[in-house]
Nanobody, 122 residues
Framework: QVQLVESGGGLVQAGGSLRLSCAASGRTFSMWAMGWFRQAPGKEREFVAA????????YYADSVKGRFTVSRDNGKNTGFLQMNSLKRADTAVYYC???????????????WGQGTQVTVSS
C-alpha cells in the first residue's frame, strides 16, 4: 500500500502561481511514477503531468507544457507540481497518483491522493 497526502491548492488570480505537494508513505519502493491529474466539474479526469520516480523522466499534457513543472524529492518521498501562469481553464480538483507504468492513463495508477482544489479567478 502507498498513502498519498496532497497539499498546496487554493485560490489564485490568473497569471499567478501555486505549488502542489504530494507526500507518499508506505511501500514507496513500488512506485514506478507519480502522476498528476485534474478533474473539472462535469469533465473527465485528465492527465496533467508525471515523473518517473527513479530516473526523474517527466511528461506533460500539451495544455500545461511550458507553464507547469513536475519534480520529486526521493529522500522525502514527496512529489511537486509547480504551476505558473495559471489560467481560468486550470481550475479543477488536482490529484496525485502513484503507480503508472503507463504514465498517461488513470487506469495504471493504483493509489490516489484525496485531491486538492485549485481555483483560478480572472
Amino acid at each position: 500500500q502507498v498513502q498519498l497526502v496532497e497539499s498546496g491548492g487554493g485560490l489564485v488570480q490568473a497569471g499567478g502561481s501555486l505549488r502542489l505537494s504530494c507526500a507518499a508513505s508506505g511501500r514507496t519502493f513500488s512506485m514506478w511514477a507519480m502522476g498528476w491529474f485534474r478533474q473539472a466539474p462535469g469533465k473527465e479526469r485528465e492527465f496533467v503531468a508525471a515523473i518517473t520516480w527513479s530516473s526523474g523522466g517527466t511528461y506533460y499534457a500539451d495544455s500545461v507544457k511550458g507553464r507547469f513543472t513536475v519534480s520529486r524529492d526521493n529522500g522525502k518521498n514527496t512529489g511537486f507540481l509547480q504551476m505558473n501562469s495559471l489560467k481560468r481553464a486550470d481550475t479543477a480538483v488536482y490529484y496525485c497518483a502513484a503507480g503508472g507504468n503507463n504514465v498517461f492513463s488513470t487506469a495504471s495508477y493504483n493509489y490516489w491522493g484525496q485531491g486538492t482544489q485549485v481555483t483560478v479567478s480572472s
